[in-house]
């Protein structure tokens, strides 16, 4: 089976969709197949892979085309054109990142749906999301071969919002990083964390204006409490919240860091006392994650799939609460109370690995190819 992976989310800033294809490539080329190829398609004007992307990934070809992504996403989305085979030659599969189809001539086709904000708030989204998603993404999705979701809340919301039966739906979760033991280890000798984290693009679903809020009471209770630090790529949204932080008087108490790299990643939680993702949807909640596996204690908001993905780990709390935000991190602030919270993230994350991932992720490429020859295609 030859197979396309749409590789260009992570070719700039990996963010959330970007670490998700990033880290699944890496598993799948870890772990070969007989008779299984692996092509990573990228396309930007300006972009390119990094240069040892073929060397990281053993056994897949990188196929890199110098055009505008904007152009051809277009073309894609609203008139199903060009084929991916143009790129790519032919292939068996192809596997978008995105909810909206990857025009081909007779591969199978899988589209990855990571959560349903888009629809629910579109006014959220980036200026693509807005124009194609509401409108398009159910219709796609019910043309797919098969569907991939990264959590099992987000399966039964593309049931029931998008109509997809259960048997073309498969929940692939992505892994704890590998790198996490390393941070843990830093953390045990490490004298004392030193700030509270934020991990996300500052847009208007991850609810950071209650959480700088709901910081600004804990500042009143505990004068000496850590510095949030907020990481996440600025945007209109974080703009506005920077200024309320300059006007509640934090502005030396709660830090704008921008987007941070994988390094930079590992230097937060490395001194973090706890990470909060206060969200009003999230369809996994990478970061959560990413700190659970590091042994950061979590905070985490009761919408969404944030819920599923702590497990016992965290102590939920409704996003619009800003009190309970509050409580939340006061307790964790006291060293029992986080040392035992951080041994039960540690426990849940080791329930999640990229080899369970890519695994699913063969099961319903499998899956897909059955499908499309049972609609003629050889």
């Known amino acids: 089976m ?66 505008p992504v904007r152009a051809l996403t277009w073309a894609w989305n609203r008139v199903e054109w060009p084929p991916i085979e143009r790129f790519t030659g032919e292939c068996d599969l192809v596997h978008a990142q995105t ?21 629910h708030h579109p ?8 124009r194609d998603f509401p409108e ?6 019910r043309r797919a071969d098969h569907v991939i979701v990264s959590s099992h809340y987000n399966a039964g919301q593309v049931e029931r919002h998008l109509g997809i039966s259960p048997d073309r739906i498969s929940v692939c979760s992505p892994g704890a990083p590998d790198w996490a033991p390393q941070v843990a280890a830093r953390r045990a000798g490490a ?27 804990l500042v009143k209770r505990r004068p000496n409490a850590p510095r949030l630090i907020l990481a996440g790529r600025m945007t209109a949204e974080g703009r506005q919240w920077q200024r309320a932080a300059s006007e509640a008087g934090l502005s030396d108490r ?34 959560v994650l990413e ?15 944030l819920p599923e993905v702590a497990g016992e780990a965290a102590e939920p709390f409704p996003p619009e609460d800003i009190e309970a935000l509050r409580a939340r991190m006061d307790d964790l602030l006291d060293d029992g109370r986080a040392g035992a919270a951080g041994a039960r993230g540690q426990r849940r994350a080791a329930h999640y690995s990229w080899a369970a991932c890519a695994l699913a992720a063969r099961g319903a490429y499998r899956a897909a190819v059955a499908v499309r020859k049972s609609r003629g295609y050889r």
């Not at 006014?123 to 807005?130: I, L, P, S």
């Not at 921008?258 to 590992?266: A, H, I, M, Q």
């Open 191 to 217: 004298q004392g964390a030193q700030h509270i984290l934020f991990l996300g693009t500052l847009q208007a679903r991850k609810n950071v204006g209650r959480l700088i809020d709901a910081y600004r009471l």
């Open 2 to 67: 030859r197979i396309v992976l749409d590789y260009r989310p992570a070719l700039r800033e990996r963010t959330g969709v970007g670490e998700y294809v990033h880290e699944l490539a890496r598993a799948l080329s870890r772990a070969p197949v007989d008779g299984e190829s692996l092509v990573l398609f990228t396309s930007s004007w300006k972009d390119r892979p990094p240069p040892n992307l073929r060397q990281e990934f053993a056994n897949v070809q990188v196929v890199d085309r110098h055009l």
């Open 136 to 141: 398009l993404a159910a219709a796609h999705a």
């Open 123 to 130: 006014e959220r989204g980036d200026a693509e999301m807005r």
């Open 99 to 119: 909810p909206l189809l990857i025009p081909t001539r007779r591969a199978a086709q899988i589209v990855t749906i990571h959560d349903l904000d888009f629809l």
């Open 291 to 305: 700190a659970m596996a590091c042994g950061v204690p979590v905070v985490v908001s009761n919408r969404g799939s």
């Open 254 to 287: 709660v830090v704008f860091r921008g987007y941070v790299d994988e390094s930079e990643r590992r230097t937060l939680f490395a001194g973090a006392r706890l990470l909060v993702l206060p969200s009003l949807e999230e369809g996994f909640g990478f970061p």
